[in-house]
């Protein structure tokens, strides 16, 4: 292997392996790249065993092919810390990786790459095209309801299924559920779903804001693969199955409170700076002319605001952890929303009156 590239291009691509690179080093392989050369083009390959990423990048000189595995990590803030407008040249002296830009020399150690594990292409699954724009809104507006490291697996990740034309995100943690879904351009083939892990979803979040255009999904039984115009991203997915979500979504008659999306967010922000550190609650009693916010803490400090909006059914007096209201109101562009109560013990549905596709549901809190 011998070949030269430009300091841009392979500081690009390593940086789109590093989010997948093992850093627990369960195996010394993992905490490397795969790097393959031919004549036209390099490209990356970084896996966890769970996931896996290819990046290519187009190369200058080419002297010679082959591949080999090195230091993700160091290899990209070498190449990260040459000189700007570099022209890196990368070799392959024994086990050594040299790399030298200008004066500089520096020699990595190589692990052979015959002992890097590659995900096998699976071709079963169903392949969708949709614009990056909105599978990044669907991931956005529900990927911070997940669970983190509960217990029940399958809510350690997003819910995706398709269905003829539409393509629907439900995340839940068992405290709140987001629910989001976009049109698809051409009617999908075959109806299938699957649970993508936490750590997944944040790698095809980041791959698909860096392109814009047609990304393409493929969804199998037990993975899924996201191909963009930088990079092809292959996940396992969660097995288990994931909770009925429509049943937990409340229905009826609901008293609804119509606010302003950043002006509410603005207000509870304020008062919950007294709220409790541990339980993050403030307190809403609804009337005819808006709802009282209130928080107090151990520390026996309170604040309370008035928030005037239109309101109409049963006063209630009810509680939520503020959070979970605040990481729903940063994802609503627009510039309403209506948070409909079903009574003072149970869960409130939070909508926008221009996105029926967009739902979320937060458990009360007890007074």
Same mark, same amino acid.
């Given at each position: ?13 390593? %940086?789109?392996?590093? $989010?997948?690179?093992?850093? +627990?080093?369960? #195996?010394?392989? *993992?905490?490397?790249?795969?790097? @393959?050369? /031919? ?44 000189p ?55 991931i956005?507006?529900? %990927?911070?309801?997940? $669970?983190?490291?509960d217990? +029940?697996?399958? #809510?350690?990740? *997003?819910?995706?299924?398709?269905? @003829?034309? /539409? ?112 339980? +993050? ?13 209130s ?10 605001e ?44 939070i ?8 739902k ?8």
């Amino acid at each position: 292997m011998d070949f030269y590239i430009q300091k841009q291009d392979i500081v690009k691509a390593l %940086s789109l392996t590093l $989010g997948v690179v093992e850093k +627990r080093q369960t #195996l010394p392989i *993992l905490s490397n790249v795969l790097i @393959e050369v /031919d004549e036209s083009s390099m490209q990356l390959t970084a896996t966890d065993l769970e996931s896996q990423i290819s990046t290519s990048s187009s190369i200058g000189n080419f002297v010679s092919g082959g591949k080999t595995t090195a230091p993700a990590k160091k290899l990209s803030e070498l190449c990260r810390l040459l000189p700007d407008d570099s022209e890196i040249h990368i070799s392959l002296d024994g086990d050594k990786l040299i790399v030298e830009a200008g004066t500089g020399k520096y020699n990595l150690k190589t692990l052979p790459s015959d002992g890097f594990p590659v995900f096998e292409d699976e071709s079963d699954g169903q392949a969708i095209k949709i614009d990056s724009q909105k599978l990044k809104n669907l991931i956005n507006k529900t %990927s911070f309801a997940m $669970g983190n490291q509960d217990w +029940r697996h399958y #809510l350690n990740g *997003l819910f995706i299924t398709i269905e @003829e034309s /539409d393509i629907l995100a439900v995340a839940s943690d068992a405290h709140r559920l987001a629910i989001a879904s976009s049109d698809l351009d051409v009617k999908a083939d075959n109806n299938i779903s699957g649970i993508i892990p936490r750590k997944s979803i944040n790698e095809i979040a980041k791959l698909v804001g860096e392109v814009e255009g047609v990304v393409e999904i493929n969804l199998s039984n037990n993975s899924i693969k996201t191909s963009t115009p930088i990079a092809s991203f292959v996940s396992k997915l969660i097995e288990g199955k994931f909770p009925d979500y429509e049943q937990v979504i409340p229905s009826g008659d609901s008293s609804v409170l119509k606010v302003s999306t950043k002006q509410f967010s603005e207000t509870l922000s304020r008062v919950s700076v007294l709220s409790s550190d541990k339980y +993050r609650g403030v307190r809403m009693v609804t009337s005819d002319k808006g709802v009282m916010i209130s928080a107090n803490n151990p520390d026996q400090e309170e604040g309370e605001e008035f928030f005037s909006a239109s309101y109409g059914g049963e006063n209630l007096d009810i509680a939520f952890n503020v959070n979970y209201f605040q990481e729903i109101l940063s994802t609503i562009d627009d510039d309403e929303c209506e948070i409909h109560f079903f009574g003072a013990d149970k869960s409130c549905l939070i909508t926008t009156p221009k996105n029926h596709q967009l739902k979320y549901v937060v458990m009360p809190l007890l007074i």
